[in-house]
């Protein structure tokens, strides 16, 4: 992979457990309202060890084109993926007490053309996976066959249509450089029997279920093979919600 030159005002990239540690000091930079807190926590973990033990991108490799691929679906909660991006050098860590301000680069939601290592502009629920898709549809149509393509999304995306036709056409095209990562808080509105991972399965997927929290596990589960099929991971994490999950006449809200 080629590289480009990096900015020589950003700190050395963090890596192993001393990296993930410093992640709650980083997000305790962003303040302010609208925050999305447990949407943000919930995929700590996941996006830490995918970062730093699974994708091959880094802030000089970010115009490659050979470089794996990492969408944020769930945007409306991008208060880690800042802080995990800041761990790995791809923006000053000075950056992320402006979070959400007038002038900062770092949005509410995720901006591909202000955010240094950002591949798409996300926070409405339901498109990551669809742009995922294309993407990996896109780089076989190229004959890039080294390109992992990742998507984070949350359980309660799974309550928009989008999601499903995505994921349907995914399994019967077999792309098999395209991986789910689906982090479980209890948001949906009504779940899925089985569990989710069983409608992965069922449109052709090659799927896991972890502890969210278990970065052995998740590795693992980043790591299987999958050959001839997309792979989906789901990341079970604490539930968002107080109320017991899933209970009737629960209703669903944004994860």
């Known amino acids: 992979m080629t590289t480009t030159a990096t900015d020589p005002t950003v700190a050395a990239p963090l890596h192993g457990a001393r ?23 919930s995929t700590l973990d996941a996006l ?39 761990a790995k050098g791809f923006f000053p860590a000075d950056w992320l007490p402006g979070f959400g301000s007038y002038e900062s680069p770092l949005g509410h939601h995720p901006d591909r ?84 991972a069983s409608r992965f399965e069922a449109a052709g997927w090659s799927a896991a279920t972890v502890d969210g929290r278990d970065h052995a596990a998740l590795y693992e589960a980043f790591r299987a093979p999958h050959p001839g099929r997309p792979h989906a991971v789901v990341a079970r994490v604490e539930p968002k919600s107080p109320i017991a999950p899933r209970s009737p006449g629960r209703p669903g809200n944004v994860g």
């Open 19 to 41: 990296g993930f540690g410093e992640l709650p000091r980083l997000m305790g930079l962003m303040t302010g309202d609208e925050k999305h807190g447990p949407a943000a926590t």
């Open 48 to 86: 830490w060890v995918l970062y730093d033990r699974v994708l091959r991108v880094s802030p000089g490799t970010t115009a490659d084109p050979d470089r794996d691929r990492f969408l944020l679906s769930k945007g409306h909660g991008p208060m880690a993926y800042y802080a995990v991006l800041a």
């Open 113 to 196: 053309t202000l955010v240094p290592g950002v591949e798409i502009g996300s926070g409405s629920l339901g498109h990551g996976l669809p742009l995922a898709v294309g993407t990996a549809l896109g780089l076989r149509a190229q004959g890039r066959t080294g390109p992992a393509v990742w998507v984070l999304i949350g359980d309660a995306e799974l309550d928009e249509g989008s999601n499903h036709e995505a994921l349907a056409f995914a399994g019967a095209a077999g792309l098999d450089r395209l991986h789910t990562l689906v982090v479980d808080n209890s948001s949906a509105t009504h779940g899925w029997r089985g569990g989710i």
